[in-house]
T-cell receptor, first 118, second 115 residues
Framework: NAGVTQTPKFRILKIGQSMTLQCAQD?????MYWYRQDPGMGLKLIYY???????DKGEVPNGYNVSRSTTEDFPLRLELAAPSQTSVYFC?????????????????FGPGTRLTVL | QQQVKQSPQSLIVQKGGIPIINCAYE??????FPWYQQFPGKGPALLIA?????SEKKEGRFTISFNKSAKQFSLHIMDSQPGDSATYFC??????????????FGQGTILTVHP
């Protein structure tokens, strides 16, 4: 299994440009998440999804949009890039149900996308 | 606002030392507390986790201590090694159905272990 994959690894955008960060997982997980990581701030939840066709806002959703047309893919869209969106973006996934013998399921993270907006 | 506060921001120890990272939370609905380890250029990975019905959990050289009344928990790394040099995040979530596993993270601690 490849786990959680993200593309691109790095990207530089100009202010006002748009782009889509791709995320895919091959573990058949229902739950998927997008986080951003800024120095000294930890990870903040942007959006999450509990299944195909179902998405909801996290703590810092402004300036972003998501869609979930399949179980595998969860792209994050930036419509009008701003310098405040310079960050490292992580996608994660986890199984929805409780596995046998386990009371909680681990979130698996992708390798991240480093985005700079100039 | 749901918050998890983590300290210190950075920590330097010698090989064999016992670094301790502390976290405090506010939301009493939290009932699952994982620690994630992140190496440079990589995504976070689950290291160890605890529920509030126990006061301590050990996995190898890593121990979580939990104080429910104080709403605090900490990570201890015994016999630390240079390979433990990484950023460590504490986190919290509720296990209930409506939490959907959403994690609230602390600010992170950059640990450096010198040989």
């Amino acid at each position: 299994n490849a786990g959680v994959t993200q593309t691109p690894k790095f990207r530089i955008l100009k202010i006002g440009q748009s782009m889509t960060l791709q995320c895919a997982q091959d573990m058949n997980h229902n739950y998927m998440y997008w986080y951003r990581q800024d120095p000294g701030m930890g990870l903040k939840l942007i959006y999450y999804s509990v299944g195909a066709g179902i998405t909801d806002k996290g703590e810092v959703p402004n300036g972003y949009n998501v869609s979930r047309s399949t179980t595998e893919d969860f792209p994050l869209r930036l419509e009008l890039a701003a310098p405040s969106q310079t960050s490292v973006y992580f996608c994660a996934s986890r199984d929805a149900g409780t596995k046998r013998g386990s009371w909680y399921n681990e979130q698996f993270f992708g390798p991240g996308t480093r985005l700079t907006v100039l | 606002q749901q918050q998890v506060k983590q300290s210190p921001q950075s920590l330097i120890v010698q090989k064999g030392g016992i670094p301790i990272i502390n976290c405090a939370y506010e939301n009493t609905a939290f009932d699952y507390f994982p620690w994630y380890q992140q190496f440079p250029g990589k995504g976070p990975a689950l290291l160890i986790a605890i529920r509030p019905d126990v006061s301590e959990k050990k996995e190898g050289r890593f121990t979580i201590s939990f104080n429910k009344s104080a709403k605090q928990f900490s990570l201890h790394i015994m016999d630390s090694q240079p390979g433990d040099s990484a950023t460590y995040f504490c986190a919290a979530t509720g296990a209930g159905g409506t939490s959907y596993g959403k994690l609230t993270f602390g600010q992170g601690t950059i640990l450096t272990v010198h040989p």
